[in-house]
């Protein structure tokens, strides 16, 4: 019993410390979801997963990234999953971090549907066309 008092009192005097610690930072910084939160001709400087820092103006979007434009040099794509931190373009200051980008899934529906389509016809025809695919079926 005694073992059982000390692990709560420890675990209840434990748990300001944590919370305290959590903050020392400061907050964090807000998380923003980056295939909406910019428009074309916007100024931006990130910082990739690598440590590469990329300053610029946002040009083509993409679902996977964007282009970033810093004339004369050529044009950059930057991947919106290898983004660790938006910072301010004139400071360099951390404004945000990116949101988790959702998988892009687009493609199942066609791919299911057209399976599903395929098996249909194999059950209805017992196995006919796809037969045919391989054979000559006069």
Not at 12 to 36: D, E, H, I, K, Y
Not at 55 to 60: I, M, Q, S
Not at 61 to 90: C, K, M, Q, S
Request: proline fraction near 8%; glycine fraction near 6%; aromatic fraction near 8%.
């Amino acid at each position: 019993m005694k073992y059982v008092t000390a692990l709560v009192l420890a675990a209840l005097l434990s748990t300001p410390a944590v919370r305290a610690s959590a903050f020392q930072n400061g907050p964090a910084a807000p998380q923003m979801q980056l295939f909406t939160s910019w428009t074309r001709y916007d100024r931006i400087a990130v910082e990739l997963k690598n440590g590469v820092r990329v300053n610029g103006t946002v040009g083509d979007r993409t679902n996977r990234g964007v282009y970033i434009e810093h004339p004369p040099a050529a044009r950059t794509f930057v991947a919106y999953r290898t983004v660790r931190t938006i910072l301010d373009p004139d400071t360099g200051a951390v404004v945000g971090v990116p949101a988790p980008v959702p998988s892009d899934r687009r493609w199942m529906a066609p791919v299911l549907v057209a399976a599903g389509v395929f098996v249909f016809v194999v059950i209805v025809t017992h196995g006919l066309i796809p037969l045919c695919l391989f054979a000559d079926c006069r």
